[in-house]
């Protein structure tokens, strides 16, 4: 029986998630993405989505950048992205089943905690915003 993941702040796990394309309407999955524990609670845990195409979605301007490494285990240099339609939650029950894949450094995550209330306060969002695979709106 394998052990129950416990998740703490900074862990970079990967989510199955789907994207929801505003202009279109349309939702759909892309598999598995990398995502950071901003905040863990009781009943649930808050994550924030990593992308890895910093050229679309420049780290200046949607996130914070992170780039690979052997702590943080990504595949390609990403970036945290900030905007508040790139956030969401998850029930402990629900990530107990995943597995830690690696871990932001502190002062990424302080970089991401700033920007994030900079987006939130400047409303910038998305053409897509992302939720747990399977949930509803």
């Known amino acids: 029986m394998s052990d129950i993941y416990t998740p703490q702040m900074k862990d970079v796990v990967w989510v199955d998630i789907d994207f929801y394309d505003k202009k279109t309407g349309e939702m759909s999955n892309k598999g598995a993405r990398p995502c950071v524990v901003m905040k863990v609670e009781d009943d649930q845990v808050h994550l924030r989505t990593l992308t890895s195409q910093i050229k679309t979605y420049p780290a200046n301007k949607h996130g914070v950048l992170v780039e690979k490494d052997d702590v943080n285990k ?64």
């Open 74 to 137: 990504l595949k390609k240099d990403s970036a945290v992205l900030c905007t508040s339609d790139n956030y969401f939650f998850m029930s402990r029950e629900e990530i107990g089943h995943l597995e830690k894949s690696g871990e932001i450094s502190t002062a990424q995550m302080l970089d991401v905690m700033r920007k994030s209330v900079a987006c939130n306060r400047m409303d910038i969002q998305l053409r897509k915003s992302v939720q747990k695979s399977g949930s509803l709106s």
